[in-house]
């Protein structure tokens, strides 16, 4: 078991950057794919961005390829997530999330078994 803990959250203006981090407990963090999930309110959770438990495959939705980058140091038991040009598009509560993966170069969409406590992102037009 995993548990996860999301920082970095916070109000920023309109095309402006934040820089998101998710720590794991537990020593089989590189067992583990990583994804970031955000939710609005009244809305469902979606898939933003995920990354393979070795960290050679990313995957984003496509309304965020080149403005957010996700990243993991297996070593440290971190996952970050990379935002920049910000839009209050953007404003939401974002998770991390885990899931066991036998395979090492799927970054998954779906799956994940695993919750942080989310963190809000809240960016002001």
């Known amino acids: 078991q995993v548990q996860l803990v999301e920082s970095g959250g916070g109000l920023v203006q309109a095309g402006g950057s934040l820089r998101l981090s998710c720590a794991a407990s537990?020593?089989?963090?590189?067992?583990?794919?990583m994804g970031w999930f955000r939710q609005v309110p009244g809305k469902t959770r979606e898939f933003v961005s995920s990354i393979s438990k070795s960290g050679s495959s990313t995957d984003y939705i496509d309304s965020l390829k080149g403005r957010f980058t996700i990243s993991r140091d297996n070593a440290k038991n971190t996952v970050d997530l990379q935002m920049n040009s910000l839009s209050s598009e953007d404003t939401a509560v974002y998770y991390c999330?885990?899931?066991?993966?036998?395979?090492?170069?799927?970054?998954?969409?779906?799956?994940?078994?695993?919750w942080g406590q989310g963190t809000q992102v809240t960016v002001s037009s």
């Open positions: 537990g020593r089989t963090f590189s067992s583990y794919a």
């Open positions: 999330a885990a899931r066991r993966a036998s395979i090492g170069t799927i970054a998954f969409r779906t799956g994940y078994e695993y």
